[in-house]
């Protein structure tokens, strides 16, 4: 009968329902944990979302064949602005918007046939979830990682909420897109900053993960060796007689021109007090954010304060005192010295001000008024590494490199009494404190006789009001008429809740600890942690190499700190995979000649500066694709194609899984998904390959019926069969999934052609059954059944190559003729080279190429490729 996909996939999935079999469960069997990172619940899924998780799920079937007792759960990312501008602007509740999505999303994902534990999902806003993480937060404050103080910090003025530097894009928040501010606020921290040189130190642990990733990370850490000193100020108000500076570049400090504060600087701060224009400039600096990106981007301007101080090389020597929106208080001490000889920043800022340029060093052998001559225009930077001359140097060397100048300005100023080396981190604490609502309370309570008190555990969870409105920006939590009363734990007396809810980051940083227990009483229970972290696969995008990963290894070292985790979990993912994106093709309706915004090409970007102009885009099932191009079915008017680009909502390049399902079947939006690229590449959904995929499918299912009467060996079949168990186990093995799926269209191919029938060929089908299932896992159990399987496939070990079918008696040659392949031959893998050569000449297409004329060279590579020269 014909392949029905939907009626396969349905009996399949309740088979391995009734069976409980990805139930994971804790024994005697080694251990297998694959963990996709969870998804935000915004209410539909996505091509993405099929790619991640069936890649995961091919991992998990592959491993429970190999006999591992395996863990793979999902959990929903549940917090969040999203949930709160939804209720803005549709009405309704962020609870009730969350946990509607979250059950649509459900119900997309199972028909996908994953093999998940569904009994350990949560999400994040899960009650229980929000206890567990209070709880931990309690037990970490009195571990002394948490703090509060006064920051200033990245105000977004939309979602009326911080957000960490990480969460600030281009000088803009990640979700409103509006730009950035600096405010001052008190603010709950994690000490981060405490396991900067361990996580730095830890990633060369981390073999399994990809190396952009960790250099990624190890960039954020930023290591950095350098002097910190002092300039003695000459007329500065009392108490500030003296300005921090931390250097990274020591070498130049010859070539100083400027000191600049940020405005957040004590001393600016006490400047601006009984200074209106020193005010003035200072609230406009705090327009721009907190991050490096803002700063770098913005216009570099500052203000004179008038103060002086000394060189410290010098006491007749002085700088002036700036006050400049390109310094940051939470960076180095808030100060910097300005060496615009040799950088681009402070050369931009000398020239804008008429500041003196000074060069401390220029290209090898120039003298001192050649290198003041070289800098003037333009700064000389050169790397650490390279050799300069230096012409204004400590250590009386002209020609070093700035590794060793640096080291002799540390020494000079250690030896002088101004100044000492100092390893800093750029990684700064983990400011948690978020204004708004829709988010996991920290549970402490304000009281007027004992201060910051932490809540009690017996209290927990701190649940969120459900009698709120949005009606107005800013936090309800700080509108709510009662939510804030509360009882001090430690006196018994008035006390008033902490409004500002948890960083959304906080909840998925340890997600997948809580996954090992997740109903527990506790945050985890040791003995199920100890069997299953840590996490063997970890499966996600590279978008989160910095925010999400940096912050889940703190939470592992946090959490083995504090007795939640065992010691061996510091690092909780072995290995990570970062998988590419699904792209589709643009539709689009626009005037001939008008831009199309966002495309990222330069032609459209510069025409969408000139003329501005909205397109309207088109969903791929709205359009048709004809001989001469693209059209809209309802009006047959012709579009315009954009090249494949990541898939949009707003673009409308996006395909939805749940009509490929309905119209293919879950198995060929899996196949498709792992045949058409590497997984750490981009995949470009189109149609015809959707189909393609459907139609071999039904093929191989046919092969499946098919049995053949008598019982005929094959054994170039078995052997090909056996190939393909040696090539798949290696492709799955090494994340290949592309090359596993060719290797499977190659063993479909042998079966087709081959003569084997009944139990022979049924044994090659159930091989292939094996190697298939954790791709096309329903299919793969129709033709288990069909070819006899004993019970579910699901159920079945992986199967073992045969070591000596693996040795071939024959192999294939490529031919290239004049530097291109042009074909193949196959011969007996012992056949004398000069055999093989006389094999070759003999070849049709050899004959062509050659048109009865000997070859000016033939070389045979034994085992390889043959070569020929006509």
């Known amino acids: 009968m014909p392949y029905d996909p939907a009626h396969s996939e349905k009996r399949w999935q309740e088979a391995w329902e009734k069976a409980g079999s990805f139930r994971a469960v804790r024994d005697e069997r080694p251990k297998y944990y694959v963990l996709e990172m969870f998804p935000y619940p915004s209410g539909r899924i996505h091509m993405g979302h099929v790619r991640n998780y069936t890649m995961g799920d091919v991992v998990a079937r592959y491993k429970r064949a190999q006999g591992f007792s395996v863990l793979h759960p999902m959990g929903w990312d549940a917090f969040g602005m999203p949930a709160e501008n939804a209720a803005m602007e549709q009405g309704g509740h962020p609870r009730d918007w969350t946990y509607g999505n979250i059950a649509t999303m459900r119900d997309q994902l199972k028909p996908l046939g994953l ?134 570049r020591p070498d130049t400090l010859m070539g100083a021109s400027f000191v600049a504060l940020s405005p957040d600087h004590p001393l600016a701060k006490a400047l601006e007090a009984g200074d209106a224009r020193l005010d003035a400039f200072a609230a406009e600096a705090r327009k721009i954010g907190t991050s490096e990106e803002a700063l770098e981007k913005a216009e570099k301007v500052g203000i004179d304060t008038g103060i002086r101080v000394r060189h410290p090389l010098d006491p007749n020597w002085e700088l002036p005192v700036w006050i400049a929106n390109f310094v940051l208080m939470d960076y180095g001490t808030g100060a910097i010295f300005g060496s615009p000889a040799h950088d681009q920043r402070d050369h931009d800022f000398a020239r804008r001000y008429g500041l003196p340029i000074r060069a401390t060093f220029g290209k090898p052998g120039m003298t001192e008024a050649e290198a003041d001559a070289f800098v003037a225009d333009e700064p000389y930077v050169p790397l650490k590494s390279e050799t300069v001359t230096y012409v204004r140097g400590f250590s009386g060397k002209r020609d070093q490199t700035g590794e060793a100048a640096v080291d002799a300005a540390i020494q000079h100023a250690a030896t002088q009494g101004y100044g000492e080396g100092v390893t800093k981190f750029r990684l700064r604490d983990w400011g948690i404190s978020r204004q708004r609502y829709w988010g996991c309370p920290i549970p402490v309570v304000h009281c007027e006789s004992c201060g910051t008190v932490p809540e009690a555990k017996q209290n927990l969870p701190v649940l969120l009001p459900r009698d709120v409105s949005f009606d107005v920006p800013g936090n309800p939590l700080d509108r709510h008429p009662t939510w804030r009363q509360a009882t001090c734990p430690k006196c018994g007396g008035q006390a008033r809740r ?50 999400h990963l940096l912050y889940s290894r703190f939470f592992a070292r946090a959490m083995v700190k504090t007795g939640h985790l065992p010691e061996t979990a510091k690092e909780p993912f072995d290995a990570l995979f970062t998988q590419g994106m699904v792209t ?41 694709r004809r001989e001469n191009g693209v059209f809209l079915r309802a009006t047959g008017e012709q579009l315009d194609v954009i090249p494949s680009a990541k898939m949009s909502k707003s673009k409308k390049n996006v395909v939805d899984p749940v009509n490929i399902v309905q119209s ?91 003569s084997a029938s009944g139990e022979p060929r049924r044994a090659v089908l159930r091989i292939m059954a094996a190697l298939m299932g954790p791709m096309v896992p329903h299919l793969a159990e129709d033709v288990w059944a069909l070819a006899g399987g004993e019970g579910l496939l699901v159920d079945a070990p992986w199967p073992k190559a045969d070591p000596a079918l693996l040795v071939s008696n024959e192999v294939t040659l490529p031919i290239q003729i004049n530097g291109k392949r042009r074909g193949e031959i196959t011969v007996p893998a012992d056949m004398a080279q000069a055999e093989v050569e006389q094999a070759v000449l003999a070849d049709e297409t050899v004959q062509r190429f050659l048109n009865g004329q000997p070859p000016r060279k033939l070389i045979v590579v034994p085992g390889r490729i043959v070569n020929v020269v006509a």
């Open 584 to 624: 589709h093709e643009i539709y689009v309706d626009r005037p001939k000649g008008a831009p199309v915004f966002g495309t990222g090409l330069a032609a459209d970007q510069e025409l969408a500066e000139s003329k501005p102009y909205r397109p309207t885009y088109y969903l791929p099932e709205e359009v048709e």
């Open 498 to 547: 902490e409004t500002d809810t948890m960083d959304t980051f906080v909840d998925s940083s340890w997600y997948y600890a809580r996954f090992t227990a997740p109903h527990a009483a506790t945050p985890t229970l040791r003995e199920d942690a100890d069997y299953w972290m840590n996490v063997d696969q970890y499966i996600g995008g590279i978008e989160h190499a910095i925010l």
């Open 664 to 754: 293919f079947g879950a198995d060929t939006a899996r196949w498709f998904m792992l045949s058409d690229s590497p997984p750490e590449r981009d995949v470009e959904w189109t149609a015809a390959g959707a189909e393609a995929a459907a139609k071999f499918l039904s093929r191989v299912h046919r092969l499946a019926e098919d049995k053949g009467a008598g019982d005929r060996e094959d054994a170039d079949l078995m052997r090909a069969a056996h190939r393909a168990i040696d090539e798949v186990t290696r492709a799955i093995e090494g994340f290949a999934f592309n090359k596993a799926v060719a290797k499977l269209y190659e063993l479909a191919n042998a079966v087709s052609k081959s």
């Open 115 to 248: 093999s998940i534990d569904w009994s350990r999902e949560f999400a994040t806003c899960d009650d229980d979830y929000v206890a567990q993480q209070q709880a931990l937060f309690l037990d970490f404050l009195d571990a002394g990682l948490i703090y509060r103080k006064n920051a200033v910090v990245n105000w977004d003025p939309v979602d009326m909420t911080v957000l960490a530097n990480e969460q600030v894009i281009d000088g803009k928040g990640w979700r409103s897109n509006a730009p950035v501010e600096r405010r001052e606020l008190t603010q709950w921290f994690f000490r981060i900053s405490n396991y900067s040189e361990e996580l730095l130190e830890a990633l060369e642990t981390l073999k399994g993960w990809p190396e952009k990733v960790r250099l990624m990370q190890a960039n954020w850490i930023g290591r950095s060796r350098g002097l910190q000193f002092r300039f003695d100020t000459v007329n500065a108000p009392d108490g500030f007689d003296r300005i921090e500076v931390y250097t990274t």
